[in-house]
């Protein structure tokens, strides 16, 4: 297995000989060490409709055929106003056994929508946060979220060997409530701190996050890195 952060939310991973990626935001992200255009990939996986997540997914998807998992909405997003129908909707809760793996949607605390031609937001359905099983490897991306209690029930259920978390603070969880959501709720075997550099407003010390956080072990990726498993 293959588990690799390319800035911002962007994971990849290649499990079971399937190629997916997590939140494709890459153009316009000078953090981003991928190209659109020479990206290979199975799957698509959106945690949520905003523009630093659904990125370039219209491209990849298209480019490779690939099935775009995410929100109802979003499936209905892309079939109606993209003209692509290669998508597997879901929702929280939900559950699928899949080629690469297994992929269940949990619940996320922050929003989802994109805006239109005429500048109207249009709603994407509840943001979301991934628990995958990867050969054996439990993975959870928390998606774009606040903190919330229920994280730990998740990780109860899920017991999480590789966390994908958002310190960026802002729109999302900043350091202060990500290491208590690590230290207290998910307690993962290894933590992989996200959303955070890309622009002004999320400007963040991962050192610092690391520091903060006594369980597990704190792995600071830069783009184009892999999970050391």
Not at 203 to 211: A, M, T, Y
């Amino acid at each position: 297995m293959k588990l690799s952060f390319h800035g911002q939310s962007t994971v990849y991973f290649e499990a079971n000989g399937k190629k997916g990626i997590i939140d494709p935001f890459i153009s316009g992200n000078e953090l981003s060490d991928l190209d659109p255009n020479n990206l290979e990939v199975d799957y698509v996986i959106l945690t949520h409709g905003h523009g630093d997540h659904f990125g370039d997914t219209i491209e990849i998807a298209k480019k490779n055929n690939a099935t775009v998992i995410g929100s109802a909405e979003l499936g209905d997003y892309l079939t109606t106003n993209k003209d692509y129908d290669n998508v597997r909707p879901m929702n929280i809760g939900g559950k699928v056994e899949f080629d690469f793996g297994s992929l269940k949607f949990v619940q996320a605390f922050h929003s989802s929508s994109l805006t239109d031609d005429n500048g109207i937001p249009v709603y994407l359905g509840m943001p979301m946060g991934v628990i995958l099983e990867l050969e054996g490897k439990t993975i959870y991306h928390t998606g774009d979220t606040g903190l919330f209690s229920d994280m730990k029930l998740i990780a109860d259920r899920h017991p999480v060997d590789i966390c994908f978390v958002p310190i960026g603070d802002n729109f999302t969880m900043g350091i202060d409530d990500a290491s208590y959501a690590i230290n207290e709720f998910i307690q993962p075997k290894i933590t992989v701190p996200i959303h955070y550099n890309t622009f002004d407003l999320i400007k963040q010390n991962p050192e610092e996050f690391k520091q903060a956080v006594n369980t597990g072990e704190v792995q600071i990726l830069k783009p184009g890195e892999s999970v050391s498993l």
